[in-house]
């Protein structure tokens, strides 16, 4: 079966518009944010200590700003920390829950507030009338200059938990107007926080590229832990180093992202990098800066000095010889050196030793078809239509595709590529659509040992197309089960009782187990009214402040649907 032409060209106009592309192997931008350094008031009323700093290795992304803590409590005033206007508000139950985005034409910056329990009350009128009007909770909402003006240092929200948060804090940006790149936060902050901690380094690995031999063993890096960094590594041909490292700040159990490090071999400088800044369509080229095995086997951020090919992060990395890579090809002694520091100059040094060790080369073994960075490749099987877009790859790999029957998807279970290969730009998979299925009900899932996750996608012609962000086992199935309400928590206030001990809420719990919820629509009394969704505990909710207190029964109608259109509609009864 052939790949078709439809399909060729679906593909070229979705990787054409989406998301993170490069006009040529290396893009370079400029090495430095002149930005001056100004007095921005601070954005909350106590003093500021962190429990994230800007730039740390995410999964898939930078961290863009500053985590703020706040005594681990939600309510706090929230201030904009200069004059301007709020030129965007976003409400989603993921990502930056409730923020506010405050662009101040002065300075040339815009600054973001994310995970907010609240707005202040002039951006919350305009909010909820959004919301009614698109009867939805979540909306991304642009303002005029006009609309709200802000002062330096008015309140323009309550710090809370919102969003995918991992508990009370608030997420602070620093945006260039002119370019939308972010900027580190802490050199406006950085005299109101004291550190003299520097950082540490948890494992050091040297890797071996193509056939090269790192402790008697190739195809396999060599680990070092704090307990025996001192123990030379022996290698021969080409090796990266790596390490597992992280900063950490006075009176702080958190630890924090590295933001400078540097590799010295035999004194000389052949790697640096910083993270001061990064431009937001990049930020998948976080898979540059580590070796991605370690990620994808366990979730760990080993940097490394290698730099591939593909690199769009080369205004971060600015000294790298050799592309990061030691060459040992001598039977000698390499003097190599770690130097990690943070933005306070607090700085760790880690020297380790390679002996060059004349060794035999096993020969690789390829798998698949061998596909370069900046190539173009359709791979046709019988079960998978692959299209591998210029620069879908960091550098070039083998890509394999193959098909093993499972009775528990619609398809055989289909494998592309090796899930241990960071992919810079998604690709297009597109699988057959199985005779007689509902269209509308199919989806596609990722596959892995502990079972199976929903990947967005869309029939097309007689296929299910996906952008795919991972090598891995991909398969077709269809979602018929709607969405579950359950855990309703209803009220039964006193008629006529005004204290605050009546003020109630409503809430229940909205879950989907496959393609996820789509939308939801919440009516009282056959009215919209609008319920706070939290990703995190699957909960909307809906306080009763304000609504009419009339000591009879309602009605609360709950309308769910996930993203392949299956649709639960629940009803109960509450007094108020």
Not at 213 to 229: L, Y
Not at 488 to 497: E, N, Q, R
Not at 500 to 524: E, F, N
Request: aromatic fraction near 10%; charged fraction near 20%; charge should be negative.
């Amino acid at each position: 079966m052939r790949i078709s032409a439809v399909i060729l060209l679906l593909a070229t106009v979705l990787w054409s518009c989406g998301g993170e592309q490069s006009d040529s192997a290396t893009v370079t931008t400029a090495t430095t944010d002149s930005v001056t350094v100004i007095d921005l008031v601070s954005p909350l009323d106590f003093p500021l200590s962190l429990a994230g700093n800007f730039g740390e290795l995410r999964p898939y992304h930078f961290h863009g700003g500053l985590d703020f803590k706040t005594k681990g409590t939600t309510g706090h005033a929230v201030h904009s920390v200069e004059r301007g206007y709020v030129s965007a508000v976003e409400v989603s139950p993921w990502g930056y829950g409730r923020a506010v985005y405050v662009t101040h034409p002065a300075i040339g910056l815009v600054t973001v507030y994310g995970h907010l329990e609240a707005f202040s009350p002039k951006i919350t009128k305009l909010v909820e009338a959004e919301q009614i009007k698109k009867e939805s909770f979540s909306v991304d909402i642009s303002f005029t200059p006009d609309q709200i003006p802000v002062e330096r240092g008015e309140i323009i929200g309550k710090s809370g938990n919102a969003g995918s948060s991992a508990g009370p804090h608030l997420h602070f940006e620093t945006r260039r107007i002119d370019t939308d790149r972010a900027i580190d936060p802490l050199q406006f902050y950085a005299d109101r926080i004291t550190d003299r901690t520097p950082p540490e380094v948890r494992r050091l690995s040297l890797i071996p590229l193509d056939c090269a031999v790192v402790d008697g063993a190739s195809g396999k890096p060599a680990r070092r832990g704090p307990d025996s960094f001192n123990k030379p590594f022996t290698a021969w041909g080409k090796v990266v180093p790596a390490i597992e490292a992280f900063d950490r700040m006075d009176n702080s159990s958190n630890i924090f992202g590295i933001k400078h490090l540097s590799l010295f071999v035999d004194s000389v400088e052949m790697y640096r990098r910083t993270i001061d800044h990064f431009d937001f369509p990049h930020n998948r080229a976080i898979n540059s800066l580590i070796y991605f095995p370690d990620y994808a086997e366990g979730g760990r951020w080993t940097m490394t000095t290698y730099n591939p090919p593909t690199h769009p992060l080369s205004d971060i990395v600015t000294t790298n010889a050799f592309n990061g890579v030691i060459y040992v090809l001598e039977e000698r002694t390499y003097h190599c050196e770690f130097v990690l520091a943070d933005h306070f100059g607090n700085s760790f040094t880690l020297p380790f030793l390679i002996e060059g060790k004349k060794s035999p080369c096993k020969a690789v073994e390829h798998k698949g078809e061998t596909v370069g960075a900046g190539s173009m490749r359709l791979i046709d099987t019988a079960d998978a239509k692959v299209v591998v877009m210029p620069f879908t790859l960091f550098e070039t790999a083998d890509i394999e595709v193959a098909s093993k029957p499972d009775s528990r998807f619609l398809s055989p279970v289909v494998s592309v590529g090796d899930s241990h290969v960071a992919v810079n730009q998604p690709f297009m998979l597109a699988m057959p659509i199985p005779a007689g299925a509902d269209k509308s009900k199919l989806c596609m899932v990722r596959v892995s040992d502990s079972g199976y996750s929903f990947v967005e996608s869309k029939p097309h012609d007689n296929f299910l197309v996906t952008e795919a962000k991972r090598f891995g086992r991909y398969a077709v199935m269809t979602d018929t089960h709607a969405p579950s309400i359950s855990g309703f928590s209803g009220v039964t206030a006193v008629p006529g009782d005004t204290t605050a001990t009546a003020l109630k809420q409503l809430s229940l719990r909205i879950s989907d187990d496959l393609s996820g919820i789509a939308s939801y629509k919440c009516y009282i009394d056959g009215r919209f009214v609008v319920f706070d969704h939290d990703g995190k505990t699957a909960t909307i909710s809906r306080r009763l402040d304000g609504f009419p207190r009339r000591g009879k029964p309602h009605t609360l109608k709950v309308v769910v649907t996930d993203a392949v259109g299956n649709t639960n509609e629940t009803s109960f009864d509450f007094t108020w």
